[in-house]
């Protein structure tokens, strides 16, 4: 991500960060049992 720097930043920069922490965390908590279908070799990374 980026927020841009100087007079220009995000002032929800921080929030941005935040946010997918704790939503992976609530899933990880809410469904402990959740597993990713399939084998490691059908996993893509795109990035």
């Given at each position: 991500?980026?927020?841009?720097?100087?007079?220009?930043?995000c002032l929800g920069?921080?929030?941005a960060r935040v946010?997918?922490?704790?939503?992976?965390?609530?899933?990880?908590r809410e469904f402990p049992g959740l597993r990713i279908e399939g084998g490691e070799q059908e996993l893509t990374w795109i990035g």
């Open positions: 991500m980026a927020f841009g720097h100087g007079p220009h930043f920069a921080d929030l946010e997918p922490q704790v939503a992976i965390g609530w899933v990880i």
